[in-house]
Nanobody, 117 residues
Framework: QVQLVESGGGLVQPGGSLRLSCAAP????????MGWYRQAPGKQRELVAF???????NYADSVKGRFTITRDSAKNTVYLQMNSLKPEDTAVYYCHANWPGTTYDYWGQGTQVTVSS
């Protein structure tokens, strides 16, 4: 059973910042592309950002310039730094690991991010 362990969610005011973390087993982290998805109430789950083993990144248009995804190979951890948060960023955020070119993937349990005054 592969576990992706997320942390860092919470309540923040508009304009504030949060950093999400996701720790993965080494055998997964070294091979898989790592990313973050989110799902707001009544909406479909959507890709927020991903980072490849070569550290190429991709972002949803809605978060470009505000969110940054990074990975730390020494800690087998991927981070999502979220700045200038907006109420529409409110969602459950899920860590995701995908073996590129295959359907092999894993999900974290999700962490709630709420942006509200």
């Amino acid at each position: 059973q592969v576990q992706l362990v997320e942390s860092g969610g919470g309540l923040v005011q508009p304009g504030g910042s949060l950093r999400l973390s996701c720790a993965a087993p080494g055998r997964i982290f070294s091979v898989y592309r790592m990313g973050w998805y989110r799902q707001a109430p009544g909406k479909q789950r959507e890709l927020v950002a991903f980072i490849t083993r070569a550290e190429r990144t991709n972002y949803a248009d809605s978060v470009k310039g505000r969110f940054t995804i990074t990975r730390d190979s020494a800690k087998n951890t991927v981070y999502l730094q979220m700045n200038s948060l907006k109420p529409e960023d409110t969602a459950v955020y899920y860590c995701h690991a995908n073996w590129p070119g295959t359907t092999y993937d894993y999900w974290g349990q999700g962490t709630q991010v709420t942006v509200s005054s």
